[in-house]
């Protein structure tokens, strides 16, 4: 018995059957992101590394209070990233821009979730415990997460950090935009309050951006021109201006297009509907029919 | 087709078996460790390194490696070869065994393994772990449902619990008459089944990288990331197989069914080429062979996944004397096993690094004691079956 002709085509057929037709019932892909949302700008050419964000972050969210939360110096000798126990850090970084004296000016740089329009790590959550709400905040259902921390993969800010000390329940930690004060009439997030620089100006997201536009125009030679996060990854709730490089400070070059774009078209196309599955059962139903009636052997076809 | 399978005469305890214990009880050692340190008690996982090992082995791995189970059902009984029905049931015994570890492993994985049932009832249509995960809990039970009937076979008739337990003798006794009955008629479907939920799962597998175009490597980074490991899951399938049959009859002393091996290598020629044209075909449509001199490891571990897993196997399959020596097809056929082991570790592990945090990783002990615990947990449970059900094809009862 050999593989012969016949059987090479009839696996052409299937394997034809299941790929050719992915184009025709792929739907246009379409931003969910909220229509007013909030968003918040972050002016590093004003932020001086006090620190006090980190702290007031860690009261309203009941975290434990920051690590040396006094220290200004040796704390930033090392490069912090947000986790378990806080959801926001400021880091301090050298990138060669000099003072009149020629002394190395620092620039100090505060990083949280950036709450993106189209969130990577929503599209990814299996259990839908994360969901990107009106206010633009990213929020976290502990009661329907499994833990998985598929999101923390997804998300192209590292952001999501995990407890993993928790043996039996623990959880994903990243900011919250301080979702439960925003959301009354006037409230601002913890961290926005307290900036005594005004490195941090919250509002709605259409009308920052133009502050933040503002800025850049009124300004000529302070800043780069441009506003990191109006167009990243579709675009994030949080902005950021600056007048150094901002991949210097962290933030990383990424595609303008929503990542999570990608698997949700390729996801869409083959399963909505249950089209590709149910196409593929009914022609592996007539081959087996057909390859079994063939042979004339009308015995039970399963377990032997 | 006048195969006849049936259980093993054999004597059990080998020192094999007895290596076995020795990993599981190291395992088990670590996932108690898991369950009360917690997960950053046992494994080297941190924020920027939020899979490792046993998502990339127990899981992904696992999970390609028992492709076996539907490849071959495809062939003998949607395809209608029943020559090879012989295989078709260690094949399927692989696949079901194979499945419950890879849920054992994410299980052990996950941080809140009670909560595992969520998904069913909170669904994220657009997440594709969410169909993977759906995917899978379907197929595990329909390859339980596709076992039953060789439990069935062996108890038929013969059910005889004791003392005072006999008196439900009669009633499992009518549930296995009736269940294995309605089994028989319905069997089309859970194989056909079986089939479409393993390509959708398979190829999704490669789908959920796909959201993080930052951290995964070039080199492995496409869109037909899911197309990939759908054929790789397809060319595992029979050198799978081959492997085990291999492995099973000379350890054992079992007849070592070349007559169907030989032939299933050929048919592994076909699909084995198809992931070679299309891994080729998108490193030069996308231009990714420039970073093959490059000389760092994730290069390198590609290379080896090429070179080693595809190319060598695929060449020496072209041979006829190398198909039809024992040796030459169990050689070729761990290459490829080993190529896609490879792959799936290079995508989950090695090609994976968060550009703004990464911290390098390498697993921890307790991470690879867990590994290697359930793989000989898994070969443990093997045995048995194959020893008490009849699994594996009788000595000397050839088959045409
Ligand atoms: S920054 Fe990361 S965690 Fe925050 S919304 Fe975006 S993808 Fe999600
Ligand atoms: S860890 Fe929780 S929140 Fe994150 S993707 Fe998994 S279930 Fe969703
Ligand atoms: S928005 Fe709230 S949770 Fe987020 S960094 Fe500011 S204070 Fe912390």
Redesign the interface.
Known sequence: ???SRR??F??MGVAGA??AALPSSARAWKSKAPPDSYGCLVDLTRCVGCRKCEEACSEVNKLPAPERADCQCTIFDRKR?P??KAYTVVNRYFTGKLDQFDNPLPTYAKVQCMHCQDP?C????????LTKDETGAVKYDVS???????C???C???I???????????KVMKCTFCYDRISEQGGLPGCATICPTEALTFGKRKTILKVAQKRLKENPGKYIDYVYGEKEVGGTSWLYISSVPFEKV?L?A??NKP??K???T???SL?SYLWS?LA??GV??A??YK??K??E?PQ????? | ?EHK?SPLNKKFWTPGVLVMLVFMIAGAIAIIA????????V?N????R??GLWVGVDVATGVALAAGGFTTA?LA???????Y?PVT?PALLTAALGYTFVVIGLLI????????W??MF??????????V?VCVAIYLNVLYF?????VA?QFKGRVNLPGIMAVFNPLIEMILKIGDAI??KT??I????G???S??HQS?LG?????????LHPLWYT?IL??LFLTSAFAVGYPMVVFETTIITSSLKLDSEMNILA?LT??TI?LLGIYMFLKFGDMFVRGTYIYLLDGTYQTNSFIIEMLLGIMVPWIMLLFEKVRNSRKGVFTAASLIIGGVVINRINVFIVG?K????DNGYFPAPGEIFVTLGLIATLMFIYRIIVTYLPVLQAPKEVSP
Request: hydrophobic share 45%.
């Open positions: 018995m050999q593989f059987n090479f009839k696996f299941s790929v990233r986790d378990d990577s929503v599209s990814a959550c299996l259990a839908g415990a329907r997460c499994i833990g998985c921390r598929y923390m993969v997804a192209p800010f590292e999501p950090a995990y407890e993993y000390h928790n043996p039996i329940t623990p962290n990383p990424l595609p990542l999570p990608l698997s949700e390729i996801q869409h399963f599955p593929l059962f592996l139903g081959v087996m390859s079994n063939v042979q052997e039970n076809k399963g377990g032997a | 087709m399978a898991r369950f009360t340190g917690g997960i950053g008690y494994t996982l941190s924020n920027a939020p899979w495809a009984h949607i395809f209608g070869r029943h020559y029905e049931r994985d996950i941080g809140r393994s009670w909560a595992i969520k998904p909170y669904w994220n249509t657009n997440s594709v772990l969410f169909e995960a596709e076992f039953l009937p060789i076979e089994l028989d069997m089309w859970f194989i056909i089944l089939v479409v939920l390509c959708m999704s789908s959920l990288m796909l959201v993080a175009p930052t951290k869109p899911p197309l032939p050929r048919i076909f994976y968060s550009p703004l945090s």
